[in-house]
C-alpha cells in the first residue's frame, strides 16, 4: 500500500497484531472533525466531516437543506478551519426554526396512504428533467478512474469518494468519511462554479439509500453510480424522481436499478 | 451467492448488464423502510430501517439519545408495522425539546480550548469503569463467525451487522442500513433482556468514526471491533473513554487503536 499522506489523513502510532506478532507501527487514519455551521449569525448544526472543501461541504449542506435554491442566495461563506466553524450569510433572512422543522426528520403523515407515498410527499424536488443517453462503458470506465483517484480511501480505508462524471472525464471529485458530505461537497463545488449536472452523472463510494437518492434528486442530477448496492427504497424514490440508479458497477458489470433508458449497451460485434 | 430470503430483504425485477449481455433478473435488496417514534403522544423523529427488532431500535435509540436511562424508565412500546410507527410511553415526563437541543447537534463551544475537547464535553458518557481481559484469538474467532451470521450483507451487499461478543459465544446480533441503527438494536436488546455489556465487546461491520464511540461509551462497552477503519477522532475520544479500538480484525490480523490493555495476545510457543 502507497502510504502517500494527503490532508485528510492524520499519522498515528498503533499497535498492529499479526498472528503472534505484535508492532507498533505508524499508520494513517482518516481525519474526523467536527464543523460548526452558523447562518446569519445562529448556530445551526455540526457536522462531522474529513479535512478538505469545508466551503463547498457548506454551501452544499445548505442547498440540500433547502436554506438556498441557487449560489446568488449567499452574501458570504466566512471559514475559521482552527476552531472548525464556518459563517455563512445568506442575502435574505431565514427562518432556520420553519426550515429545520421542516427538514431534520423525515415526517411521515399518519394515515395517509402507504408509507413510501409519506416519504415522497416529504420530497421537495420534481422528477428529474433531463434525458440523455451514456455508454455503459463510458460509465464503467469513469468507475475504474474514479477507483483509481481514490487513494485516501485505499490509504485509510474510512472515507466515502464522489465524482461528478460525464462521458470524457471525471469533473469533479471529494473525499469524506461521510457518503452525505462527500456528494454536498459535490453540489456545493458544482454550485460555486457554475457546473450544470445536464448530462452528467454522480459516482459514489457509498451505498445507495433513500437520502442520497433525495439529495441528488434535489440538485436534478439524472443518474447516480455506485460499486455498492441500492435499498428497495431508494429504487422506489429513483424510479418516481425519473433518476437513473445503478450500483455494483465493477469491471465490466453493472445493475441497473431504474431508468435504463440513460445506458447505452452497444450490441455484440 | 446464496440468495436466500430474510425478512429484511425484497425481491426485484433488476436489469444486470454483465459486458455485451443484458439480462432482466430478480436480485434481492436490502428492505428500508421509516419508522417514525412517537414519544408520550408526540411526533419525534423518523428512522429510516431495516425490517427487524423496531422495538429494540426504538429503545436502543431512547437510551442512546438520553432520553431514558433504563429499561425500566418505559411505561410501553407499541408498535405498528403497517404505517411505520412506533409508539413509547415513559414513566415520567420528557422535555423533548431541551433533550433535542442539547442532542441532536453536536455543539462546539466557541473560544473554548481545542475542537477536540469541545467534542468531548459534550459527551454525556464517563471514562468505561470495565477491565478485562480478552485473547486475541477469540476477538478473530469471533468476527470469524460473525461474517458467517452476516448473511443479509452477503445476499444484497447493503446492510450492516453488529453483535455483541463474548468469549464463549456470539450473544446477539442485528443488522440494519445503518450502522447506528444496528448498535441501537444491540443496545435496545441488551436492555429489554437485562444482558450486562460487562466483559462483551461489540463487533461491527461499519467504520469507527466518533459517534458510533460515543454510542458505545454512553452504554459503557469496554470494546469496539470492525474489519472496517477507525478516524482519528473516534481513537480520541475511545482513548478519553477508556475504550478498546480495534480496526482491520480479518484472519488473523487487527489494528489496535486504544486500550491494547485488555487484548491478550500469548507469545508464539
Redesign the interface.
Known amino acids: 500500500m502507497n502510504s502517500m499522506k494527503t490532508d485528510s489523513s492524520?499519522k498515528?502510532e498503533?499497535?498492529?497484531?499479526?498472528?503472534?506478532e505484535?508492532k507498533q507501527v505508524t499508520?494513517f487514519?482518516?481525519?474526523?472533525?467536527?464543523l460548526?455551521l452558523f447562518l446569519n449569525g445562529q448556530?445551526?448544526?455540526?457536522l462531522?466531516t474529513?479535512m478538505g472543501a469545508e466551503t463547498y461541504l457548506a454551501i452544499g449542506f445548505l442547498y440540500s437543506e433547502g436554506i438556498i435554491r441557487q449560489y446568488d442566495d449567499l452574501k458570504s461563506v466566512e471559514i475559521d478551519l482552527e476552531?472548525?466553524?464556518v459563517d455563512v450569510t445568506t442575502k435574505k433572512n431565514v427562518d432556520l426554526q420553519a426550515k429545520l422543522k421542516g427538514k431534520?426528520?423525515?415526517?411521515?403523515g399518519?394515515?395517509k396512504g402507504t408509507?413510501f407515498y409519506?416519504?415522497l410527499d416529504s420530497l421537495t424536488s420534481k422528477p428529474v428533467n433531463d434525458e440523455f443517453l451514456v455508454e455503459?462503458s463510458s460509465i464503467l470506465q469513469r468507475s475504474k478512474e474514479f477507483n483509481q483517484q481514490s487513494l485516501l480511501f485505499r490509504e485509510?480505508?474510512?472515507v466515502h469518494g464522489c465524482a461528478l462524471c460525464d462521458e470524457n472525464s471525471i469533473v469533479l471529485f471529494h473525499e469524506d468519511?461521510g457518503r452525505h458530505n462527500a456528494l454536498d461537497k459535490i453540489i456545493g463545488h458544482a454550485l460555486s462554479d457554475g457546473i450544470s449536472m445536464k448530462g452528467k452523472w454522480v459516482l459514489t463510494t457509498g451505498?445507495l439509500?433513500?437520502?442520497i437518492v433525495i439529495k441528488a434528486g434535489n440538485h436534478q442530477i439524472g443518474m447516480l453510480v455506485s460499486r455498492?448496492?441500492?435499498?428497495?427504497?431508494?429504487?422506489d424514490l429513483a424510479q418516481q424522481l425519473n433518476m437513473t440508479l445503478i450500483g455494483?458497477a465493477r469491471g465490466?458489470?453493472?445493475?441497473?436499478?431504474s431508468g435504463?433508458q440513460r445506458?447505452f449497451?452497444?450490441?455484440?460485434e
Not at 465490466?252 to 436499478?257: D, E, F, G, H
Request: hydrophobic content about 35%.
Open positions: 492524520i498515528r498503533i499497535t498492529k497484531m499479526d498472528g503472534h505484535i499508520d487514519l482518516v481525519n474526523e472533525r467536527p460548526t448556530e445551526w448544526i455540526t462531522l474529513s476552531s472548525g466553524q431534520r426528520t423525515l415526517t411521515t399518519c394515515g408509507v409519506d416519504v455503459a485509510t480505508g474510512g468519511i451505498r439509500s433513500s437520502e455498492s448496492a441500492a435499498t428497495d427504497l431508494a429504487v455494483f465490466n458489470r453493472m445493475n441497473i436499478y435504463s445506458v449497451i452497444p450490441p455484440k
